[in-house]
């Protein structure tokens, strides 16, 4: 099982360091390809927050929050004999996303983003593969969690 979700982990975090690589490799900072108009951008841009910029320029604390929320998903897979292998994959995928971007904290000093799209008018902040990781593994880990307390609740009554 522990090999299963190194092997999706790594996975996560060579594509998302590949992919930065190659943005960073060919596009200057703050240049943009258009991909689909009105929708779709390749933007080359450095963000030393979070999401949209919140602790901006707090690098340790961003740090600092990404090694406790390793620590804490480490701690559920050893406390959690029972896991899923669904329950394994999203994990993973998660923490794969922690990495990455904190491989960029560490490395750069801030994440490198590039995907920028606008929908019904709204641009978007710019973001990455890792942190699509992130957010769609918590979501679905949301959505998991909440299917099972309504079917634990249900077996109860």
Not at 3 to 18: G, P, Y
Request: aromatic letters at 14%; one cysteine or more.
């Amino acid at each position: 099982m522990f090999q299963k979700s190194l092997i999706i982990t790594l996975a996560c975090v060579l594509i998302d360091q590949i992919i930065k690589l190659i943005i960073m490799g060919t596009m200057g900072i703050g240049s943009s390809i258009l991909v689909i108009p009105d929708f779709f951008s390749l933007t080359y841009v450095e963000n030393n927050g979070a999401a949209w910029s919140i602790f901006s320029g707090n690098r340790i604390l961003l740090i600092s929050i990404s090694v406790i929320a390793l620590i804490l998903v480490y701690w559920y897979f050893l406390k959690n004999k029972n896991i899923k292998t669904f329950e394994l994959i999203i994990y993973s995928v998660l923490i794969g996303g922690i990495i990455g971007n904190l491989l960029d904290r560490i490395k750069v000093g801030r994440v490198i983003d590039y995907l920028d799209f606008k929908i019904f008018g709204y641009n978007f902040p710019v973001f990455n593969f890792a942190d699509m990781c992130i957010v769609v593994s918590v979501i679905i880990l949301l959505i998991y969690s909440f299917k099972g307390e309504k079917s634990h609740a249900r077996d109860n009554s």
